[in-house]
């Protein structure tokens, strides 16, 4: 994962170069890119985390509507008399 958000810093740097401002030395530039990069790890991870657990539970909805053949589960609810 190290070797990859190394990879990923450097080829951020060469696509911005244009903006690097000579403000610092590019060292410290290239590093806060790669900052940036090891902090998106977490996140990233968090995110397909949540989205997994999302589709999961929606799948768990879906299947509580269906019966083992595939077909919709026949509604046993009592809604009282309905108006004609």
Known sequence: MA???VQEALIGAL???GSFRRRSALK???F???K???ADVPRKKQRISESSRLLQ???ENLNTLFDNKGYWKVDKRHYGDLPK
């Open 3 to 5: 070797e990859d958000a």
């Open 15 to 17: 696509k911005n170069a």
């Open 28 to 30: 410290a530039w290239v």
């Open 32 to 34: 806060a890119i790669l």
């Open 36 to 38: 940036n990069k090891i």
């Open 57 to 59: 539970d929606e799948e």
